[in-house]
């Protein structure tokens, strides 16, 4: 089955700084890659996706960039703000039809003011 | 963005009893829906696919008997903890896929079980 690989598990910035979570995807024919933010106590909120025919995808201050050879993804987040501070999974689609997903392990992005 | 709905967002209950969590697709309809469960600082772990009109499909190592789950209509699947222990209290949550594709996840909702 398909294994997902999430870096850093935590993560620092200063507000206003960028912050930068790579992924790793084991299955080739994964096509469907997305990020979920998850604030304390709540479910996983859904900012931004990128499909296998798309090497980069931006949405204002949030970016995800796709390299299929190499089998990894990242999301990128400038001028971060207090606010993003959360944790932050990533995705791979797995399995034809029913559409699951394998997460990531997360990471504990803290935005320091 | 499409709203995905979970009820209850909390519930206590006591040992033995058995608990329903209601998942409501608000403004799709949505033919697969998931089940997760996730421990403290961990990820989600996917308990069972719930298809509309047929059995859920149940990851390895997931009881059936104790999980159940009904996927009656497009727009809601539920998933009843039964005979609840302590071991069952966790945070669970579900998804519903929309078209193409994307998921959207509930709210969660944290059972405690006495």
């Known amino acids: 089955g398909e294994n997902v690989e999430q870096h850093p598990s935590t993560l620092s910035v200063q507000e206003g700084d960028s912050a930068v979570i790579k992924c790793t995807y084991s299955?080739?024919?994964?096509?469907?890659f997305p990020w979920y933010k998850q604030e304390l106590g709540k479910g996983p909120q859904l900012i931004i996706d990128?499909?296998?025919?798309?090497g980069e995808k931006k949405d204002q201050r949030i970016a995800v960039t796709l390299n299929k050879t190499a089998k990894h993804f990242s999301l990128h987040i400038t001028e971060t703000q207090p606010e993003d501070s959360a944790v932050y999974f990533c995705?791979?689609?797995f399995g034809a039809g029913s559409y699951q997903l394998t997460f990531g392990k997360g990471t504990k992005l803290s935005v320091i003011p | 963005g499409a709203v995905v709905s979970q009820h209850p967002s909390r519930v206590i209950c006591k040992s033995g009893t058995s608990v329903k969590i209601e998942c409501r697709s608000l403004?799709?309809?949505?033919?697969?829906m998931f089940w997760y469960r996730q421990f403290p600082k961990q990820s989600l772990m996917l308990m069972a696919t719930?298809?509309?009109?047929?059995?859920?499909?149940?990851e390895q190592g997931v009881e059936k008997d104790k999980f159940l789950i009904n996927h009656a209509s497009l727009t809601l699947s539920t998933l009843t903890v039964t005979s609840a222990h302590p071991e069952d209290s966790s945070f669970y949550i579900c998804?519903?896929?929309?078209?193409?594709?994307?998921?959207?996840f509930g709210e969660g909702s944290r059972l405690t079980v006495l």
């Open positions: 990128i499909r296998s025919n798309v």
């Open positions: 719930s298809n509309e009109g047929s059995k859920a499909t149940y």
């Open positions: 995705a791979a689609h």
């Open positions: 998804s519903a896929r929309r078209g193409t594709g994307e998921l959207f």
């Open positions: 403004d799709f309809q949505a033919t697969t």
């Open positions: 299955d080739s024919a994964s096509n469907y």
